[in-house]
Every structure is written in C-alpha cells, then in structure tokens.
C-alpha cells in the first residue's frame, strides 16, 4: 500500500516504474504519493529560486535528452530531482543532500504542473531522471553552495 495525503492506495505486487507513473497519473491534482526513495529513484534536493530556476535551465541545455525528473516545491523553497536510486555515498556537495533509503517522499500528481503547492518542474510521465553528474557540474557552474533545509521534509 502507497499512502496519499487523503486514502491509501493499493499497489501492484513488485510494482514498476511504470505501475508508479501510472498511479501518479490517475491521481486528482491536489493529491500526493507518500514513496520510498531507492525504489526507483533517489532523490537530490537543492534550493528553489531564481538559483534554482537556473540550474533547471543549465540541465535541460546540457543532459543528453533533456532534463529528468524535477518537483518544485516553493513553499519550502527546494527543488527534488530524482536520480538513480544508487544510495549514494560519495555525492558530496554543499550545494544539493542526497537522500535515500529509508527516507520517503511525496510526489505530487503528475497533473500538477504550476503551484499552489509542489509541482512538476519536469514530468516523470516518460521515466527519464536527471543525470546526478549533470547536476553536480550545474551546482558547481552555478556556484551553489548553500545547503538546502531539508528538516521539513523529515517525519514529526
């Protein structure tokens, strides 16, 4: 079972990424999917803003095929970029926390692609997820160093 903010919702046994997409999909706009990260995906998060707006920019112009997988999240002023779920331990940079396993987030509906609330920067609808070498190298050409506030995120 995947929890919404709302209803628990029923997964496939071993459900894919596609099964996940799918269900994103068919959720109503205000609604969000409580999922495990290392699943399908990690999850780097950076600051939001016109910083956060530029390293958006600098991936699409610079990962083969376009930028990833992106949420925004204005109200906590982060971005979430979903990444190869690798746990990584060697990601070290001021600029952007890896998280993985046990941590869960919440993604919302793949239909929200414009605030109130998190949004869609760049649609998981096709599976494709940002390239963390790509993102290291726009956090270094951007000069991002501030470490983003990640305690909202985090349970209680």
């Given at each position: 079972?995947?929890?919404?903010?709302?209803?628990?919702?029923?997964?496939?046994?071993?459900?894919?990424?596609?099964?996940?997409?799918?269900?994103?999909?068919?959720?109503?706009?205000?609604?969000?999917?409580?999922?495990?990260?290392?699943?399908?995906?990690?999850?780097?998060?950076?600051?939001?803003?016109?910083?956060?707006?530029d390293l958006l920019?600098?991936?699409?112009?610079?990962?083969?095929?376009?930028?990833?997988?992106?949420?925004?999240?204005?109200?906590?002023?982060?971005?979430?970029?979903?990444?190869?779920?690798?746990?990584?331990?060697?990601?070290?940079?001021?600029?952007?926390?890896?998280?993985?396993?046990?941590?869960?987030?919440?993604?919302?509906?793949?239909?929200?692609?414009?605030?109130?609330?998190?949004?869609?920067?760049?649609?998981?609808?096709?599976?494709?997820?940002?390239?963390?070498?790509?993102?290291?190298?726009?956090?270094?050409?951007?000069?991002?160093?501030?470490?983003?506030?990640t305690a909202s995120?985090l349970p209680g």
């Amino acid at each position: 079972m995947i929890s919404t903010r709302r209803q628990a919702i029923p997964l496939p046994p071993s459900p894919g990424l596609d099964d996940i997409i799918r269900l994103l999909t068919t959720l109503p706009d205000s609604a969000g999917l409580q999922l495990p990260c290392f699943s399908w995906w990690d999850v780097v998060i950076t600051r939001n803003g016109s910083i956060g707006e530029d390293l958006l920019w600098w991936i699409r112009r610079n990962q083969i095929g376009g930028c990833g997988a992106v949420v925004t999240d204005e109200e906590r002023n982060l971005m979430l970029w979903l990444v190869p779920p690798t746990g990584s331990c060697d990601w070290l940079h001021r600029g952007g926390v890896w998280v993985s396993r046990p941590v869960n987030v919440v993604l919302p509906s793949l239909r929200r692609i414009s605030p109130p609330g998190a949004y869609w920067a760049t649609s998981l609808a096709f599976g494709h997820l940002v390239d963390p070498r790509f993102l290291r190298a726009g956090l270094d050409h951007l000069g991002m160093s501030d470490t983003p506030n990640t305690a909202s995120l985090l349970p209680g």
